[in-house]
């Protein structure tokens, strides 16, 4: 008899068939990606529902055995900005409705705060207990992107709705908690801290001088890797300012060069991605264009020999809910340089894995780099360090394990005791729901 569970994880913009690397692919629908294929191969049974966004998709894919995708009609069947969808949620909305009338589940996973908008209906409409995963809030990115942020302001009140209603709220990371306690009242009982992981089959060391050939890379260059998504947050300019200044801090003969890793094509397009073209342009300012090279998007299975190429990985952004890149490169052995923000200070230890930094702070990364370009052997032992810390706190098992007790928590409350815990908040849902269009 099979004991699993049966879990909806909705993910509206983040679809586990996307590639990562794109403006809107990343952490989370890797993170979506394995957390429903963990599942299965455990023996639940997982639904992930997310936005139909091209036209001829099938409206139920397998992912693998036990897991599959189910494309629900949101809008145009084309790419929408994450931005722009949340006038599309309400179609959301009905159509996983339609669907859980007729296929029961245990209860529901909601990542990103639209997607809890559509678990939160649920729960009031059919019972359904969820749990949300935020992947990024949105009164910290206001804080970091001010005018930049283009997210419509009825986010901050949908994501504390959903921080108050729902059943468990799971914090990636200890920044993460002491936000949603101090900006959105979490009830602490009700919040639990699972973080991000790496799949241990996709990244593992390997031969430098070997992942170098392999990549046409120089064999005696200090090589500086910066991988993922290219957007203004994640300051990747910063790492250029920098590598500018360590320029002049290195020995006589010896050159340095920054790799990055990223955007929305397999060649560097900077009319497809403009974050290249900002990029290249900030290079040739400071006059070290020749040692700042762009590959375009890599597919994930052609990533491992990057971040075994590198003498270092670098990670400075703004601000970071999360970052499951740094763990794939400690995976790899590679010290990690990162900002001293949000979940790059849970991930790496200061000092034992890596070093943090202040974002923002050129002249800070280029001390440590110019530290780690002059002593290898220090280098080694904090990458050594990273490997083992990934692999006993990290590993998507681990993080399975973590959303497993989770899941059982909210499994086990009453139907009847959820519905009367939430009957005034269903009076309060149909009143808004005539004032806020987007309910």
Same mark, same amino acid.
């Given at each position: 008899?099979?004991?699993?569970l049966?879990?909806?994880?909705i993910?509206?913009h983040?679809?586990?068939?996307?590639?990562?690397?794109?403006?809107?692919?990343?952490?989370?629908?890797?993170?979506?990606?394995?957390?429903?294929?963990?599942l299965?191969r455990?023996?639940?049974?997982?639904?992930? +529902?997310?936005?139909?966004?091209?036209?001829?998709?099938?409206?139920?894919?397998?992912?693998?055995? @036990?897991?599959?995708?189910?494309?629900?009609?949101?809008?145009?069947?084309?790419?929408?900005? /994450?931005?722009?969808? #949340?006038?599309?949620?309400?179609?959301?909305?009905?159509?996983?409705?339609?669907?859980?009338?007729?296929?029961?589940?245990?209860?529901?996973?909601?990542? *990103?705060?639209?997607?809890? %908008?559509?678990?939160?209906h649920?729960q009031?409409?059919l019972?359904?207990?969820?749990?949300i995963?935020?992947?990024a809030?949105?009164?910290?990115?206001l804080?970091?992107? /001010?005018?930049?942020?283009? *997210?419509?302001?009825?986010?901050?009140?949908?994501?504390r709705?959903?921080? $108050?209603?729902a059943?468990?709220?799971?914090?990636?990371?200890?920044?993460?908690?002491?936000?949603?306690?101090?900006?959105?009242?979490?009830?602490?009982?009700?919040?639990?801290?699972?973080?991000?992981? +790496?799949?241990?089959q996709?990244?593992?060391?390997?031969?430098?001088?070997?992942?170098?050939?392999?990549?046409?890379?120089?064999?005696?260059? *200090?090589?500086?890797?910066?991988?993922?998504?290219?957007? =203004?947050?994640?300051?990747v300019?910063?790492?250029?300012?920098a590598?500018?200044?360590?320029?002049? $801090?290195?020995?006589? @003969?010896?050159?340095?060069?920054? #790799?990055?890793?990223g955007?929305?094509t =397999?060649?560097?397009?900077?009319?497809?991605?403009?974050?290249?073209?900002?990029?290249?342009?900030?290079a &040739?300012?400071?006059?070290?264009?020749?040692?700042?090279? +762009?590959?375009?998007?890599?597919?994930?299975?052609?990533? $491992?020999?990057?971040?075994?190429?590198?003498?270092?990985?670098?990670?400075?952004?703004?601000?970071?809910?999360?970052?499951?890149?740094?763990?794939?490169?400690?995976?790899?052995?590679?010290?990690?340089?990162?900002?001293?923000?949000? @979940? %790059?200070?849970?991930?790496?230890?200061?000092?034992?894995?890596?070093?943090?930094?202040?974002?923002?702070? =050129?002249a800070?990364?280029?001390?440590r780099?110019?530290?780690?370009?002059?002593?290898?052997?220090?280098?080694?032992?904090? @990458?050594?360090?990273?490997? $083992?810390?990934?692999?006993?706190?990290?590993?998507?098992? /681990?993080?399975?394990? &973590?959303?497993?007790?989770v899941?059982?928590?909210?499994?086990?409350?009453?139907?009847?005791?959820?519905?009367?815990?939430?009957?005034?908040?269903?009076?309060?849902?149909?009143?808004?729901?005539?004032?806020?269009?987007?309910l």
């Amino acid at each position: 008899m099979n004991t699993g569970l049966r879990i909806a994880l909705i993910s509206e913009h983040a679809s586990p068939l996307a590639p990562a690397g794109g403006v809107d692919a990343g952490g989370q629908n890797i993170y979506v990606d394995h957390v429903a294929r963990t599942l299965a191969r455990r023996g639940h049974r997982v639904d992930v +529902f997310t936005r139909r966004d091209a036209p001829g998709l099938p409206d139920v894919q397998p992912l693998c055995r @036990g897991a599959r995708v189910v494309h629900v009609a949101a809008g145009p069947d084309r790419y929408v900005r /994450k931005e722009d969808l #949340l006038q599309h949620m309400p179609q959301f909305m009905r159509s996983c409705e339609r669907w859980m009338r007729h296929n029961a589940y245990d209860l529901a996973h909601a990542n *990103f705060f639209m997607s809890g %908008l559509v678990a939160r209906h649920l729960q009031q409409r059919l019972g359904l207990p969820f749990a949300i995963t935020f992947h990024a809030l949105g009164l910290v990115r206001l804080q970091h992107q /001010k005018s930049a942020d283009t *997210f419509p302001p009825e986010r901050i009140e949908i994501e504390r709705d959903c921080v $108050r209603d729902a059943d468990a709220v799971i914090a990636e990371c200890p920044q993460d908690r002491a936000d949603l306690i101090g900006l959105y009242n979490a009830a602490p009982q009700r919040l639990a801290l699972v973080p991000c992981g +790496f799949d241990p089959q996709e990244f593992a060391p390997m031969d430098r001088a070997e992942a170098r050939r392999a990549l046409g890379l120089e064999p005696d260059e *200090f090589l500086v890797l910066q991988l993922g998504r290219l957007v =203004p947050r994640k300051g990747v300019d910063n790492v250029v300012h920098a590598m500018a200044l360590l320029r002049d $801090r290195l020995p006589p @003969g010896r050159r340095a060069r920054l #790799l990055v890793v990223g955007g929305e094509t =397999p060649e560097p397009d900077a009319a497809r991605t403009p974050e290249i073209g900002r990029l290249r342009a900030l290079a &040739g300012e400071l006059g070290i264009a020749a040692e700042v090279q +762009f590959t375009g998007h890599r597919a994930r299975h052609a990533l $491992r020999p990057f971040y075994a190429a590198a003498d270092v990985f670098v990670s400075t952004p703004w601000y970071e809910p999360f970052g499951i890149t740094p763990l794939e490169a400690m995976a790899c052995a590679i010290p990690v340089l990162a900002s001293d923000v949000g @979940g %790059l200070r849970h991930s790496v230890v200061d000092g034992a894995t890596g070093f943090l930094v202040p974002p923002h702070d =050129p002249a800070a990364l280029t001390a440590r780099l110019a530290l780690l370009q002059q002593d290898p052997a220090l280098a080694a032992r904090l @990458g050594a360090a990273g490997r $083992r810390r990934v692999q006993r706190l990290f590993t998507w098992d /681990k993080v399975v394990d &973590g959303l497993l007790g989770v899941y059982r928590g909210i499994r086990r409350v009453p139907v009847p005791a959820r519905r009367s815990v939430h009957a005034a908040g269903a009076g309060r849902l149909a009143l808004a729901a005539q004032e806020r269009p987007w309910l």
